[in-house]
Structures are given as C-alpha cells and as structure tokens.
C-alpha cells in the first residue's frame, strides 16, 4: 500500500533545522528512504513468520527506525556497529544487502550468517557491523573492546553500540561504561528507551528513570535525544562520535523512542501491559510519515517521489523474500563447522 503523506502544515515545521548540521537533499531523502526501507522490510518479515517461513525469535524494530537511521548516518565506513537482539534495522541502516539479512530470517545457507543465527544474529565485517546479539547486556563489553583497539592502534575510529533500557539494570554495563571512562575510550553507548523491557515500564524496573544519568557515576559525557526524530537522533549522535574521535571519551546517550509491536513476534501489539489508546497515541509521534511530510512541506520531496520509493522498496523486499525462499538450507555437515579448531 503506498504511502500518501499529509498535505496539513505540521504544527511544529521548522524547514530551516537541518540547515546548521550541514545536510544535503539527497541525504535528507535518503534518511527518509532508509526508514521506509526498514519499516517496509519489517512488515513483511512479520507476514512471512506469519506463514512459519521464520523460525524462533523475531524482533521488529517498527517505530525506532530514526534512531538507527540517524545513528548510523553520523558514522564513517571505518566506525563500528554492535546491536542488540533487535537487530534487523540497524544492519539495514549499516546498508547490508535486504536479501542476505532475509534469507538469515529464514535460516538458509545464503544468509549473513549462514542460517544459523537467525533473527537475532546479523554480522557483516565488511561493513563493522560487528552484529546482533541475542544476551541483554552481553554485547556491550565488546563494544569497548573495539574502542580499546582503535585507541591501542592509534585509529581513529569510534564504536557505537545500541541496547535497550532493559540492559541498563544489568552489571555488565555498569563495569563497562566505569572501564570506558576510567581508560578513556572512543565509544558512544546509546540506549533505545522504548519504554519496556518485555513487558515491564520502565517506571517499574529502573529507580532512576532518566537512563542516561547512569552516566553520572562515571563522570561520563551523557544526554538524551528524542528518538522518534531522525535529525535529532542524527545530530545528537553526530556531536557524540566527533567527541569520541577528537578526545578519545565515551558518551552515554538515551533515545528516546517507542516500539508499535509487540517485544517480539510471541507477544501481542498491545499485551496485557500497555493499552490500546496507548500506542495509538504514540503514533502520532511515528517517525516516517513525520520526517516524510516534514520534507513534502520544505520541498524537497514529492509526493510522486514518495510513490516512486514507495514501489522501488516494494521490489527490493520481494527480491528479497524470493531471494531466502529459492535459497538452500544449510547442508548438514555444516553443524560440524566453527565448533573445534
């Protein structure tokens, strides 16, 4: 179904507030065209699990598509990527070919990694997306462990590292973000705050609720940023990887954000934990039609240019989805590879 932006003035337009981050059109079209291809890949991936053409876990990142999208973009080729379990978002933002990450989804041979990690387990050392992990929390040690390396070796490469607030209570950040500040580490730790972990608030798990005031007791560079908007997911990022590779300090940082699925592919949209009025409100805040019609209103884009994306992502993620469907399962002799050296 195409997308047919609102010709309503939003209320709070501001056409100029991307003007001092140095910004072109076509950066801007391509953040907006990045999010539709997430939001696009995502729905199908829950069509296709719909059909038990994916197996075991599967977390959608509907509704924080402009916090890997802006994230990301603030990056070079040479930074590195760790995520969390939901993963599927961020490597498509990293630019991972849709059809590789698909045929993961469905565990064939042709994925990323090789069928055998699935939903949560995207890798891609060609582009640093040092990938998906599956363990709250267990990644974020190994972000500062590439941030050690570029600081050894004299690079200046920053790492950045996504989990959710969930992660925030467990001990493993809490001995990474004090090693990152004590050894003085380029590496920014952004947590996506989508308000529960599972099916727990926030307010019920965490006695400080602003996440990124962990940070306090590490004297660590910290902010939050609103993560249902792209250009402030970007220049909030942006400002904290430049700092990182200008002095070498970590920084925690909190988007803001909200998810409009479920926790994951098991766990009903609304749940027994959330109301239904409560993410319809929410949606009102929806990134994509926000930033879409933000650039519909300053005349950078279109609404042909809209329909023309909108039937372009339509073929990459049916390619996609034939791609995984033709492609072969992981031959058996394969479970007795990467398991003895």
Not at 68 to 89: C, N, P, T
Not at 157 to 166: H, L, R
Request: charged residues 25%; hydrophobic residues 40%.
């Amino acid at each position: 179904m195409a997308t047919v932006l609102s010709m309503k003035e939003p209320k709070e337009t501001k056409k100029i507030r991307w003007k001092d981050l140095g910004l072109s059109s076509a950066q801007l079209i391509d953040f907006y065209k990045r999010m539709l291809l997430i939001r696009r890949f995502e729905e199908r991936a829950a069509q296709e699990y719909g059909k038990s053409k994916i197996g075991g876990f599967c977390h959608l990142y509907i509704g924080q598509e402009a916090v890997g999208v802006g994230a990301i973009e603030a990056l070079r080729e040479d930074d590195y990527i760790f995520s969390a379990y939901r993963d599927h978002g961020h490597a498509l933002a990293r630019g991972m070919d849709p059809k590789v990450i698909m045929a993961e989804l469905f565990g064939k041979f042709t994925g990323c990694s090789k069928g055998m990690g699935g939903s949560m387990h995207m890798f891609d050392a060609s582009k640093n997306f040092m990938g998906g992990y599956g363990i709250v929390g267990g990644h974020i040690p190994l972000a500062a462990g590439t941030a050690f390396g570029s600081k050894y070796l004299g690079k200046d490469s920053v790492t950045i590292c996504f989990f959710g607030e969930a992660a925030a209570n467990q001990g493993v950040f809490h001995e990474t973000l004090n090693l990152a500040a004590l050894w003085k580490l380029p590496v920014v730790f952004i947590c996506e705050n989508n308000r529960y972990g599972m099916g727990t608030a926030v307010e019920r798990a965490h006695a400080v609720w602003d996440i990124y005031q962990k940070a306090s007791a590490y004297d660590m560079k910290r902010g939050w940023f609103d993560g249902m908007d792209v250009i402030e997911s970007y220049r909030a990022v942006k400002a904290a990887v430049d700092h990182a590779r200008q002095s070498n300090e970590p920084t925690l940082l909190e988007a803001r954000t909200y998810r409009f699925r479920g926790h994951s592919m098991s766990d009903p949209i609304h749940g027994h934990y959330r109301t239904k009025e409560e993410v319809e409100e929410q949606k009102k805040s929806d990134p994509v039609p926000r930033f879409g019609e933000e650039l519909l209103h300053a005349g950078i884009l279109t609404q042909k240019a809209v329909d023309d994306m909108e039937a372009e992502i339509k073929t990459i993620v049916n390619q996609a989805v034939e791609f995984a469907d033709q492609s072969p399962e992981p031959p058996a002799d394969f479970l007795r590879e990467n398991v003895y050296s």
